[in-house]
């Protein structure tokens, strides 16, 4: 319990820090047109939580907009390339959100490859006029770290990155469901994160 409220006020300090900071790389401001497209795998569906508690579904709610969610759960990143295209097409977002390669790590394939799958997405993203932010996924070892691919894409790209909170609410019971995933909290807190992030990188 104390952790958990530990976090909470973390992420509450932390935004109000950043409010006054720096936002780093920026994105085009939204506006009642803007299509918001979260792509991922379960993390990005929301397994572990009840229909309407994913991160997606609290971001819709803080943003005012839909947010669709383009979660596939077991999904690895060359298979989320190849799927990608055709939601760009489908949906035409103004904003891609992307969270993957959690997969990648789970059956420990190549991260360089996984790093290449990653740039060829938001390459792709923004050949098509959208911004992304990046959300970084923490591999499981010693602990939980964000790999530095995630950083290193994000830094090529001059893309935001939210790169704690998923190592925040995989570390504390209170906020996940399994070991891998959130539960409705957590994916509240992820939403309020990614919600900062893109109030912060919004260009003025």
Request: hydrophobic share 40%; net charge neutral; aromatic share 6%.
């Amino acid at each position: 319990m104390r952790r958990s409220i530990f976090l909470i006020f973390t992420l509450f300090f932390s935004s109000l820090l950043f409010t006054g900071c720096d936002s780093g790389p920026g994105i085009k401001p939204l506006n009642q047109e803007s299509v918001v497209l979260a792509f991922g795998d379960s993390l990005t569906h929301g397994t572990g939580a009840s229909a309407g508690q994913s991160y997606p579904d609290v971001l819709s709610e803080l943003l005012g907009r839909q947010v669709i969610n383009g979660g596939i759960p077991g999904e690895v990143s060359a298979v989320g390339l190849k799927r990608l295209p055709a939601v760009l097409e489908e949906y035409n977002p103004t904003l891609v959100i992307l969270c993957h390669g959690g997969n990648d790590f789970l059956r420990k394939l190549n991260q360089v490859t996984t790093s290449s799958n990653l740039d060829a997405m938001i390459t792709l993203i923004r050949s098509r006029g959208a911004d992304v932010v990046l959300v970084g996924v923490p591999k499981f070892g010693f602990g939980l770290q964000v790999p530095e691919l995630y950083s290193q894409i994000a830094d090529q790209h001059t893309i935001p990155l939210q790169k704690e909170i998923l190592v925040d609410l995989l570390s504390d019971n209170s906020m996940k469901s399994d070991v891998i995933h959130p539960n409705a909290t957590g994916y509240r807190l992820m939403a309020e994160a990614i919600y900062d992030l893109i109030n912060r990188a919004q260009k003025k």
